[in-house]
């Protein structure tokens, strides 16, 4: 909603009222009854579109001002005197005027007309959606309102459009609203906007002030579905509220932003767009002038009170001022569910993907089974199809990787641990409900970890690639950070993650490491961690143990040995390494090392043994016989 005055809502509401406009152009006020005779400004939006206000303007014998920038202003006559306000600032595309008449006709539009122009976006990647989004603004000389966008911290690899023909920055920034759940427009005072779920104005209009006419439809809404489509091979990826019937879809087709990792952005535009509903309507009114695209009214029609969302402005300024408001009526998309992927069911996966940019189209089909993959991957080119067959053995390359194994000091091996901080390890039966595998994860509380692993290094000579691919299992709160990345002198790889997450699969997937090593560090605050794995491949796997684990909170087994905990006495535990045998306890109140073999030693700190002990040439027997009863040392007989 444009900023006024309450003043200037009241002189609107009035039956008499006195309304002034004037156009703003080349530093010269054209005023109305002079040389402004019309002003029409038309604009539509929806969630997921992008909107651009027309002008149609009509002035007096003006014939300067083609290709010009101009502005429009509307006033109203309050108690203080008139108060004006900008309803925007246009672009003058063309002109139309007759040589019998003074009558000139400019057609214009605001400042998203910068946007329709080839797209030719020059920026450094990797780099996330809402700087590209920022980007885009700033090539388009448009100043971005937002400071954030739903799924703005998404990762964009590489240039997705380049090879794409007739496409516009207008067309991206469309895709970029599609994927956040937002209606994206320029609005008064000419910055872009991505709106989400529309603008809270608290503003009733009623039927008994500046109504003409008014029809109203059925609700729309509210949305329980969310579904990432591609087109026309049905490729479909959702995401939909439980136990729901009839569905209201948001759906997203052929977005080239989500179309590799669908899974990634499904939970933030499904947040986003969830329960949204609203009550399409078409109102004349003696106009209002403060409305923009994506404001939340009340229409009430006698005693009943509509809620819903202004998507459709007609607004003419001439002697007087007439206003059409509407939400439009849409119709609901159908998705056959049956043949569609649910966002936590991907065991068995079959994808056709259509990359425009490189003008190829990847037919995947995958099977997961006892944490093993089967993937089935033909590529199609103009001048070729190429077919692999890989089997995936997914075998986790990141040691003791949800902190099973620790030691004495509550440790884990095989991790570094920063010094600030304290480090949470325990079972986390919750991450099930969402895909976990390990039941157990950790929680850094600030502190950082890191591991060094060991990988194949890729050279230029090697004719097979062998990429790696990092992914994890993560809670966190709207508060927290997490920072994860993989790196060595030549290379980094990181995510960066301050959005909400509900154990959200995320993954770092392709890498092929320009050295013998990665090392992993994972820092953040307010998150929960399972899941952890890094294994050869390109696409992320399910969790497995790394090579030589078995690691339960019963049994662990890896390279530092073999520990076996108690079931009954809570952290009790018998430990089998190379260097010892030993038994720990707690009893005393503290954990001691209560027995064990060191070497040619074996002690214990309490003994017990039923018939005797011996150490040649004597034994000690008991004596349970006779008026003395005790214990005796005997000689070790030795038979020939």
């Not at 489509?229 to 990826?237: I, K």
């Not at 790889?493 to 992993?520: A, C, Q, V």
Request: with cysteine; net charge negative; aromatic share 10%.
């Amino acid at each position: 909603m444009i900023r006024v005055s309450e003043e200037f809502k009241q002189a609107m509401l009035l039956n008499f009222k006195e309304i002034d406009s004037y156009v703003l152009a080349k530093g010269e006020k054209l005023k109305a009854r002079e040389k402004l005779i019309s002003a029409s400004i038309n604009s539509e939006g929806d969630l997921g579109k992008t909107s651009i206000k027309s002008l149609t303007l009509t002035l007096n014998n003006v014939r300067d001002l083609l290709n010009e920038e101009v502005e429009i202003f509307g006033g109203v006559k309050t108690t203080n005197g008139f108060e004006y306000i900008k309803i925007g600032k246009f672009v003058l595309t063309e002109i139309q005027m007759k040589e019998d008449e003074d009558k000139v006709v400019y057609k214009g539009y605001d400042l998203m007309i910068n946007a329709m122009k080839s797209y030719n976006l020059v920026v450094n990647y990797p780099i996330n959606l809402f700087e590209y989004a920022k980007a885009i603004s700033d090539k388009c000389n448009i100043e971005l309102l937002n400071t954030e966008i739903p799924n703005g911290s998404k990762i964009i690899k590489e240039e997705l459009f380049t090879k794409t023909t007739g496409i516009t920055y207008r067309t991206i920034l469309e895709k970029i609203a599609e994927i956040t759940g937002t209606i994206c427009f320029v609005n008064n005072e000419d910055k872009l906007v991505f709106l989400s779920r529309g603008n809270s104005t608290n503003i009733q209009i009623n039927t008994e002030h500046n109504i003409f006419t008014l029809s109203l439809s059925k609700k729309y809404g509210p949305i329980n579905s969310v579904v990432l489509a591609r087109e026309p091979q049905q490729d479909n990826y959702y995401k939909k509220k439980p136990n729901e019937i009839d569905l209201v879809e948001y759906k997203v087709s052929n977005n080239e932003f989500c179309d590799k990792e669908r899974e990634n952005y499904i939970e933030e535009l499904y947040n986003n767009v969830i329960e949204f509903s609203y009550v399409p309507f078409k109102v004349k009114t003696e106009g209002y002038m403060y409305f923009e695209i994506g404001d939340l009214i009340k229409i009430q029609d006698g005693e009943n009170i509509y809620e819903t969302i202004i998507l459709g402005i007609d607004l003419v300024l001439d002697d007087g001022l007439i206003e059409n408001l509407k939400a439009q009526d849409k119709p609901l998309t159908k998705t056959n569910y049956n043949i569609s992927t649910n966002e936590q069911r991907r065991l068995y996966q079959t994808e056709i993907a259509v990359d425009k940019q490189k003008q190829t189209i990847t037919e995947v089909i995958k099977e997961t089974e006892n944490n093993k993959e089967r993937i089935n991957e033909t590529l199609r080119t103009i001048d070729s199809t190429i077919n692999t067959f890989k089997n995936m053995n997914g075998i986790n390359l990141i040691k003791n990787s949800v902190m099973f194994s620790l030691n004495n000091e509550n440790k884990p091996y095989s991790w570094i641990l920063s010094e600030e901080g304290t480090i949470s390890v325990g079972t986390d039966s919750e991450s099930i409900d969402f895909g976990g595998i390990s039941r157990h994860g950790f929680e850094l509380n600030g502190k950082k970890i890191s591991q060094k692993i060991n990988v194949i290094q890729d050279k230029a000579e090697n004719t097979e690639k062998k990429p790696y691919s990092f992914n994890c299992l993560i809670k966190k709160t709207a508060t927290g950070v997490v920072k994860i990345r993989l790196y060595n002198e030549m290379e980094e790889h990181k995510l960066e993650i301050t959005e909400e997450l509900n154990y959200k699969n995320i993954s770092i997937e392709n890498i092929l490491p320009k050295m013998n090593y990665l090392i992993l560090e994972i820092e953040g605050s307010e998150a929960k961690f399972t899941d952890v794995n890094l294994i050869q491949s390109t696409y992320k796997g399910q969790w497995t143990q790394a090579t030589d684990e078995l690691l339960s909170t019963n049994v662990q087994f890896d390279i530092n040995g073999m520990k076996i905990f108690s079931e009954t006495n809570r952290g009790d535990y018998t430990t089998i390494t190379p260097y010892e045998f030993s038994g720990y306890s707690n009893a005393s109140g503290s954990l001691e090392r209560v027995f064990g073999i060191d070497k040619d030693k074996t002690f214990s700190t309490k003994l017990e043994a039923k018939e005797e002990f011996t150490l040649k040439p004597a034994k000690i027997v008991p004596k349970r016989t006779g008026e003395v009863q005790g214990i005796a040392f005997v000689e070790v007989v030795r038979w020939m």
